[in-house]
C-alpha cells in the first residue's frame, strides 16, 4: 500500500521521481524502487516523504484515509499570519470546551467566511 500511495501522491503533486527523492534526499532510483515495491522506506524517509507530500504516514502506511494534513497546513497557515500557536492549539483548554461552545464558535467562523467571501 505504502508503494501504491507514495506513487499516487507524487503525481498528484506533479512531482518526478527526481523532485521527491531531492525533497526526500535520496535518490531516484530510491523512489523508483519504493514505487515498485522493491524496497521500503525506513522511518526517518517515511516522515520526509509524508512531509513532502503533505501528507501523513498514518495515510501512506494505510492506517488512515485522511490524505491531506490538514492540520499541519492550518498551523503553518497561522503562523504566518502571526498568531499565537499556544492559544489556537492548546488541548487541555480544548478539552474543556462544551459541545454548545463548540457550535458557537462554528457558527462564528462560517459568518466570518461568508462576511469576506459572499456566495
Known amino acids: ?12 503533486r506533479r512531482l518526478t521521481q527526481t523532485m521527491l527523492a531531492d525533497k526526500v534526499g535520496v535518490s531516484a532510483q530510491v523512489v523508483s524502487n519504493w514505487e515498485r515495491q522493491y524496497t521500503s522506506p525506513d522511518l526517518e524517509d517515511l516522515s520526509k516523504i509524508a512531509h513532502a507530500l503533505h501528507t501523513t504516514a498514518d495515510y501512506l502506511l494505510g492506517l488512515s484515509d485522511e490524505m491531506e494534513d490538514e492540520m499541519r497546513e492550518i498551523k503553518q497557515f497561522l503562523e504566518d499570519k502571526g498568531f499565537d500557536r499556544s492559544v489556537i492549539f492548546d488541548k487541555q483548554s480544548w478539552l474543556k470546551v462544551q459541545p454548545e ?3 458557537q464558535i ?3 467562523f462560517k459568518f466570518l467566511l461568508q462576511q469576506n467571501h459572499p456566495s
Open 101 to 103: 461552545e463548540i457550535n
Open 106 to 108: 462554528e457558527n462564528y
Open 1 to 12: 500500500m505504502v508503494n501504491q500511495r507514495i506513487r499516487s501522491l507524487r503525481k498528484k
